[in-house]
């Protein structure tokens, strides 16, 4: 009985030992196995498919193993399908903006045109972009999109003055005046206009109105070969009572006299020209007076108080801003001649 159980007993411990030398032989065998599984991808890199097997389950290592290096801003998705893997490397693009003349370098999945504006929140329609928007975007792509307004607008332009010339006997041959300076015209305008990216490309005008009419410089030229002094007359004219008998023995009549203060004026002098306030061409014997005094059209003769001067017969044909009251202002054709008379008290005789 006592042989019965001592082999029992023997048979458990060969049996125990077996079973611990088993359980690593197992566990390695199992280790071994996980350790070399093979898994199959089908990675899908643009139009590039590829079938990759690999012991590795992360699909980024799978990636690299299969040469299909990541970029910075590259991504991947997964999908299990039946006994194989299904990767899909989405690409980014560098995408070349150009929106209203702002250069815009964007980023983008290979998505659809449409769909890069509506991410970026770009408004666009067809008319103004130079792609398709259902078009798919690419590395190296350049979109063109154009913004094009609509605007009416006022507007002045200049109208040029022209340039007429007349001849004056009075002035040394060649010299020239400038009589009637000119000034340009003006037109105020409407206009439809059209910009594209903010630089005009159409323009039709809608109305167009003179408002202010050009004036043409006149330019005197001079033809005397000589020019005679003021006649400073040696024999006094003999003035008696109602009548001037002239050096030339013409007698002329007056009906009253007034005593005024004379100063001289030439065409050159600012804001005077050759043409008087009643329209006539000034000349010797032209006389500018205030017409509430004497009025236009009177024939006077007019001589200096102390016998110094004898202007002569003269009419009142023009005007000036300081010719008041008992003033009156002589024309002579040179600065120097109105210098060389100055200022003098003298007697109009009003002739009949």
Avoid: W
């Amino acid at each position: 009985m006592q042989k019965s159980n001592r082999t029992t007993v023997k048979r458990k411990t060969i049996f125990f030992r077996l079973a611990v030398l088993a359980i690593p032989m197992v566990l390695l065998l199992l280790l071994s196995q996980t350790a070399f599984a093979q898994n199959t991808y089908v990675i899908t890199d643009g139009d590039r498919v590829l079938v990759y097997t690999s012991s590795a389950t992360d699909p980024a290592e799978v990636l690299d193993e299969a040469g299909l290096a990541l970029g910075e801003d590259d991504t991947y998705t997964t999908q299990t399908g039946i006994g194989v893997s299904e990767i899909t490397v989405q690409r980014s693009y560098t995408v070349t903006i150009k929106n209203s003349g702002e250069v815009l370098q964007v980023i983008s999945k290979g998505e659809t045109v449409a769909a890069l504006l509506e991410r970026l929140g770009i408004e666009a329609d067809a008319s103004s972009i130079s792609v398709p928007l259902a078009l798919q975007t690419y590395d190296g792509m350049q979109i063109q999109i154009s913004r094009t307004v609509h605007s009416t607008e006022s507007y002045t332009t200049t109208i040029p003055y022209e340039t007429v010339y007349c001849y004056d006997a009075t002035m040394p041959q060649g010299e020239k005046v400038v009589v009637t300076p000119g000034q340009d015209g003006q037109i105020l305008g409407t206009a439809n206009v059209v910009y594209v990216d903010g630089k005009e490309t159409g323009r039709t005008v809608v109305s167009q109105t003179v408002v202010k009419q050009p004036v043409n410089e006149v330019i005197a030229i001079g033809t005397a070969t000589e020019l005679k002094p003021p006649k400073v007359v040696s024999t006094e004219p003999v003035i008696g009572n109602g009548t001037i008998v002239l050096p030339t023995g013409e007698v002329l009549t007056y009906t009253s006299t007034m005593q005024v203060k004379a100063t001289a004026y030439t065409h050159t002098d600012p804001g005077c020209d050759f043409i008087t306030s009643t329209g006539t061409t000034v000349r010797i014997g032209t006389v500018a007076v205030d017409p509430r005094v004497i009025p236009y059209g009177t024939r006077m003769y007019i001589v200096a108080n102390d016998g110094s001067y004898v202007y002569g017969i003269s009419t009142a044909e023009d005007c000036g801003g300081s010719i008041k009251g008992n003033r009156v202002d002589l024309y002579y054709p040179t600065h120097s001649e109105c210098i060389q008379f100055g200022v003098r008290n003298c007697t109009i005789y009003f002739l009949g």
